[in-house]
């Protein structure tokens, strides 16, 4: 796209307070940009600021023509309304795929204008690899709206049979013991132990929780929902924590913003 007409995609990027982890998070994202070669356009606010001043400067990444793609980092402070703030942002240039629009044209079996990041991360790993999906028995653990939910749906497009387990599923290490595939993002470190989990089984970690490790300079560790150890010695493959689904993940956030650029400038 530079070599053919001078111009890259760009990314805007809203990042509220100071949040350990989303700041971490922003860092590999302008890492991973800078990498490819996309613009980013960070706007950062201040913990206490209103739900006015979120909404102008996603104003402003929604009209900006050099902004392909705008995200929200998420959790924001509580006293804002995160779907207000994701609803603010234009469905043309939701690279995360959160905006009401695009997951209801997801649920409805239509073509979003992108597919939530996460999701999109799963799916991929699973093709790379030639794990069938169609005719697979999925367990999802997790009913978030940016991952549990439209992780659900886009392997329903891809036939397979879905079970989505959430606090009030009884007995879910039965359930998860008849999948073929287990994909698991609850932010519960460790939850998921081997006894849990169908021998042969696919099991993609995307949790990642901070956990305290005073063996680690940094004072704490990155853990997966899933028990490495032990999953690791009954399924067939497995993604690590870090390292695994997350680099796929803002992979698909690049690819996103690509194609927004594409449909921007009618390139390719």
């Not at 799916?123 to 549990?148: D, F, H, M, N, P």
């Not at 079970?163 to 609850?186: G, K, M, Y």
């Not at 939850?191 to 956990?211: E, F, N, S, Y």
Request: net charge neutral; hydrophobic share 40%; aromatic share 4%.
């Amino acid at each position: 796209m530079k070599n053919c007409i001078g111009k890259c995609p760009g990314l805007g990027i809203v990042l509220v307070g100071q949040r350990h982890d989303s700041h971490t998070f922003i860092r590999l994202k302008l890492r991973a940009c800078h990498e490819v070669g996309i613009a980013t356009f960070l706007k950062q606010l201040p913990e206490d600021c209103s739900q006015d001043e979120v909404y102008h400067v996603v104003s402003k990444l929604n009209d900006d023509p050099d902004v392909h793609g705008v995200i929200v980092q998420l959790p924001l402070p509580r006293h804002l309304n995160e779907d207000k703030v994701v609803e603010f942002v234009s469905p043309e240039k939701d690279v995360d795929g959160l905006h009401p629009l695009n997951i209801g044209m997801l649920a409805m079996g239509r073509d979003p204008f992108f597919i939530p990041c996460a999701p999109k991360a799963c799916i991929e790993l699973l093709l790379r690899q030639g794990i069938e999906i169609t005719g697979s028995r999925v367990v999802v653990l997790g009913k978030s709206k940016i991952s549990g939910l439209p992780i659900s749906l886009l392997l329903q497009s891809h036939l397979a049979t879905v079970s989505t387990l959430h606090a009030f599923t009884d007995n879910p290490e039965h359930v998860t013991r008849q999948a073929d595939i287990v994909v698991s993002d609850v932010g519960n470190p460790n939850v998921v132990r081997g006894h849990w989990l169908k021998p042969g089984a696919i099991v993609i970690d995307m949790g990642a929780t901070q956990v305290k490790d005073s063996s680690r300079q940094c004072g704490f560790r990155i853990t997966g929902d899933v028990c490495y150890e032990e999953a690791n010695k009954v399924v067939s493959a497995i993604t690590p924590v870090p390292g695994g689904a997350g680099p796929v993940t803002i992979s698909m956030l690049l690819s996103n913003t690509l194609e927004s650029a594409k449909r921007a400038f009618r390139f390719g």
